[in-house]
T-cell receptor, first 114, second 113 residues
Framework: EAGVTQSPTHLIKTRGQQATLRCSPI?????VYWYQQALGLGLQFLLW???????NRGNFPPRFSGRQFPNYSSELNVNALELEDSALYLC?????????????FGNGTRLTVT | DQQVKQNSPSLSVQEGRISILNCDYT??????FLWYKKYPAEGPTFLIS?????DKNEDGRFTVFLNKSAKHLSLHIVPSQPGDSAVYFC????????????FGKGTHLIIQP
């Protein structure tokens, strides 16, 4: 089965611009999660989408937003980019908010803000 | 405030020996725990999980132990192989769902020949 796919693999933007990151979940998975891994830090939870709705968000400012499409794919938008937004952004999918449903991750998008 | 802590940033183990990775948590509401493995330039890969109703779960060379009273879990890898060299993340969630797993900062395991 195809895994979680993310695009692009690398993205370079300048401060103040907007970035759009895309994610396709594993077939059959309805939930998509976004995580940020900044240098020296663990994975920080950003957003959770399930069945097209935002279900939860982490402690990030509103300029981090996203959406989930009817085919369960998702995009993450980061507006007004700041230098500290430079990080690896990981998308994960699962069967939804069911017990014992582990997250399966993509290989991430490396965002560099200059 | 870190709710999931992996206090060893790195661990070096000889090939064939046992690797023990540790993880502590502070949130007593966590009831589902997972271990992930991450190679450079790849996303984390799910390894093994355990629910709070168990104290041990085994899958091949990997065993996870959960001590709820101590709020501690550990991952045992026996025997350790060169391909096990990677960063290992401990993660936890509460309420039975996978929304917003809380991750530790990871332990870099190095298997020496």
């Amino acid at each position: 089965e195809a895994g979680v796919t993310q695009s692009p693999t690398h993205l370079i933007k300048t401060r103040g611009q907007q970035a759009t990151l895309r994610c396709s979940p594993i077939s059959g998975h309805t939930s998509v999660y976004w995580y940020q891994q900044a240098l020296g830090l663990g994975l920080q939870f950003l957003l959770w989408y399930d069945e097209g709705e935002e279900r939860n968000r982490g402690n990030f400012p509103p300029r981090f937003s996203g959406r989930q499409f009817p085919n369960y794919s998702s995009e993450l938008n980061v507006n007004a980019l700041e230098l500290e937004d430079s990080a690896l952004y990981l998308c994960a999918s699962s069967f939804g908010a069911r017990y014992n449903s582990p997250l399966h991750f993509g290989n991430g998008t490396r965002l560099t803000v200059t | 405030d870190q709710q999931v802590k992996q206090n060893s940033p790195s661990l070096s183990v000889q090939e064939g020996r046992i690797s023990i990775l540790n993880c502590d948590y502070t949130n007593s509401m966590f009831d589902y725990f997972l271990w992930y493995k991450k190679y450079p330039a790849e996303g984390p890969t799910f390894l093994i999980s355990i629910s709070s109703i168990k104290d041990k779960n085994e899958d091949g060379r990997f065993t996870v132990f959960l001590n709820k009273s101590a709020k501690h879990l550990s991952l045992h890898i026996v025997p350790s192989q060169p391909g096990d060299s990677a960063v290992y993340f401990c993660a936890a969630s509460e309420g039975g769902g996978a929304d917003g797993l809380t991750f530790g900062k990871g332990t870099h395991l190095i298997i020496q020949p």
